[in-house]
């Protein structure tokens, strides 16, 4: 049933259901809806409620619902000879579907991190997971199928901390091979809810929408610029040290200090062989015997590209860097971060 709706919200993201469509397809399954309280009664406006014909007229205008006597009749206003329909309950009520209710439980049964935020007029972001080392978002969409590739691949910047994006249509697919590769690209996969989610269980399997476009990418946990740290299972439990402008030493627990470059950490500009500028940014973070880097030249974005860099790096999950405080007027980090040196 809940294939047959999302179908027609596709349609129209507004859509109302009768109840005789709904129990036509399963009582049980109906039931079970309301139980959940994914559909939900809509109260009739007895000033504009309306019937759809289903006569073999060739006008198929809706049919005006009138009371006569204690009872409604489906009556055409277009012609007098169709004779009235006299309707029962279930005929004329009506329900709405919960879209966001739905998504809520397809975050509890997947275990999403972060939390369901409405992005666009017609965008959900549902939260995050984890697949392989990488962070995977998930956005829902009544129209996305109808959206440009530019449209959808700027969902990566609204998004910049998730490695990959899954976007959900209700029902449909984009057909284009080449859009396809352009998304593909971008690591953003587009499929629908009818062909992934399974309706019972609300569950659906990441590894199985994710399996192709990770598969020809190299994995991460061999990747060079890759800054493991044995044991670590946490941000708490590093401790990161500046050595000089270019170096820093960091351990976990008890372990031995491992020094790394900015080049290894992924800070590198790759045009100049230099470190780019979120490696001055990261530096500045540091608890340190001199006055920090104005607060006010960090902005949001440069804090997200070196969350995302700093999880690449050590392969961990989470936030590095914590929200803004702005009672010390700095971003204060998860793991222990000094600046030992001098000045």
């Not at 992005?119 to 969409?141: E, S």
Request: proline share 4%; charged share 30%; with cysteine.
């Amino acid at each position: 049933m809940i294939a047959y709706i999302l179908g027609e919200l596709e349609k129209n993201p507004t859509s109302i259901f009768y109840k005789q469509d709904l129990l036509k397809r399963s009582k049980k399954y109906f039931e079970e809806l309301q139980r959940l309280r994914l559909l939900t009664y809509v109260q009739p406006d007895p000033n504009s409620e309306t019937f759809p014909c289903s006569l073999p007229c060739e006008n198929a205008c809706p049919m005006d619902i009138v009371e006569n006597e204690g009872k409604q009749y489906a009556v055409c206003s277009q012609n007098d000879e169709i004779d009235p329909i006299l309707l029962d309950a279930d005929a004329i009520e009506q329900y709405e579907f919960s879209i966001e209710r739905f998504l809520e439980h397809i975050r509890a049964a997947n275990g999403f991190g972060g939390t369901l935020q409405r992005i666009a007029q017609d965008l959900f972001y549902l939260g995050h997971t984890t697949y392989k080392g990488n962070r995977v978002g998930f956005i829902f969409g009544f129209t996305c199928v109808r959206k440009g590739v530019l449209e959808l691949t700027g969902l990566k910047r609204l998004c910049s901390d998730d490695d990959y994006l899954i976007v959900f249509s209700p029902v449909s697919l984009i057909e284009d091979v080449f859009c396809k590769k352009q998304l593909e690209q971008e690591k953003i996969v587009q499929t629908s809810l009818t062909i992934s989610l399974d309706f019972q269980a609300y569950k659906f399997s990441v590894e199985k929408v994710l399996s192709g476009i990770v598969a020809r990418e190299v994995d991460k946990t061999v990747h060079p610029n890759r800054a493991a740290l044995v044991g670590a299972t946490k941000w708490e439990e590093i401790t990161i040290e500046v050595i000089d402008d270019d170096t820093i030493k960091c351990k976990a627990g008890a372990e031995n200090w491992q020094r790394y470059g900015y080049f290894e950490l992924g800070f590198r500009d790759e045009r100049k062989t230099l470190p780019n500028k979120l490696w001055s940014i990261f530096l500045s973070l540091a608890e340190q015997n001199q006055p920090s880097v104005n607060s006010q030249k960090i902005t949001p974005k440069d804090i997200q590209r070196i969350r995302k860099t700093l999880r690449e790096a050590f392969g961990l999950q989470g936030m590095p860097i914590k929200r803004y405080d702005e009672n010390a007027k700095r971003y204060p980090c998860k793991f222990k971060f000094v600046d030992p040196r001098e000045w």
